[in-house]
């Protein structure tokens, strides 16, 4: 089992900026691929950016390309995930997701999820 603690979430105007950290424990072999998804109320489940153990194999959701940057410090089990330039349609939960699979994660099929950080973004 992995377990997921997201962190950083908050409250900040359009145009600004928020880091989450998503710290992973346990058997952290099975996270190669780690990421952030986000989901809205009423809206469905979408993936936002992952990234792969090796720092390859980065996804990014076309809506935040350019503005938001995934990382990962394997050292700490970490990934986050930098926000920029942040709109109100970024307001959502925002959830860390890892699985061994970069297909299943990908998929929305990731066996691991964390908890959830809330980001609101004001016009």
């Known amino acids: 089992q992995v377990q997921l603690v997201e962190s950083g979430g908050g409250s900040v105007q359009a145009g600004g900026s928020l880091r989450l950290s998503c710290a992973a424990s346990g058997a952290t072999y099975d996270s190669n691929y780690m990421g952030w998804f986000r989901q809205a109320p009423g809206k469905e489940r979408e993936a936002v950016a992952g990234?792969?153990?090796?720092?390859?194999?980065?996804y990014y959701a076309a809506s935040v390309k350019g503005r938001f940057t995934i990382s990962r410090d394997n050292a700490k089990n970490t990934v986050y995930l930098r926000m920029n330039s942040l709109k109100p349609e970024d307001t959502s939960m925002y959830y860390c997701?890892?699985?061994?699979?970069?297909?299943?994660?990908?998929?929305?099929?990731?066996?691991?999820w964390g908890q959830g950080t809330q980001v609101t973004v004001s016009s």
């Open positions: 997701a890892a699985d061994p699979s970069v297909f299943r994660w990908t998929n929305g099929r990731a066996n691991y």
């Open positions: 990234i792969y153990i090796d720092g390859s194999t980065i």
